[in-house]
Nanobody, 122 residues
Framework: QVQLMESGGGLVQAGGSLRLSCAAS????????MAWYRQAPGSERELVAA???????YYADSVNSRFTISRDNAKNTLHLQMNSLKPGDTALYSC????????????????WGQGTQVTVSS
């Protein structure tokens, strides 16, 4: 039931960078897993990156080596650093937290933010 609020989206040119943030209403240090998802028009929601309570990370093949997920426990904030952006990265990016049951890569998140739009122009 943690409340999540994303920020940092915007319009960038291909090859540029953006840093997304997800502010949580409560401490995130005890949350079993957090993740970033994205969904483009006409496409299904895709798991982009995830981080476990122990700091283990997962990245989708499409973003691996370009995106970095991190957790700032002191500020109760999750980040997604996105470099070398491509037009195909254009989507609504949403933050998720707390899985119903453990899988890796994670699934079944209980809490979701409203999303922040990322648009990459060519």
């Amino acid at each position: 039931q943690v409340q999540l609020m994303e920020s940092g989206g915007g319009l960038v040119q291909a090859g540029g960078s953006l840093r997304l943030s997800c502010a949580a209403s409560t401490s995130i240090s005890s949350i079993n897993a957090m993740a970033w998802y994205r969904q483009a028009p006409g496409s299904e929601r895709e798991l982009v990156a995830a981080i476990s309570i122990k700091g283990i990370t997962y990245y989708a093949d499409s973003v691996n080596s370009r995106f970095t997920i991190s957790r700032d426990n002191a500020k109760n904030t999750l980040h997604l650093q996105m470099n070398s952006l491509k037009p195909g990265d254009t989507a609504l990016y949403s933050c998720a937290a707390d899985t119903k049951r453990f899988y890796w890569p994670p699934t079944g998140f209980r809490s979701w933010g409203q999303g922040t739009q990322v648009t990459v122009s060519s």
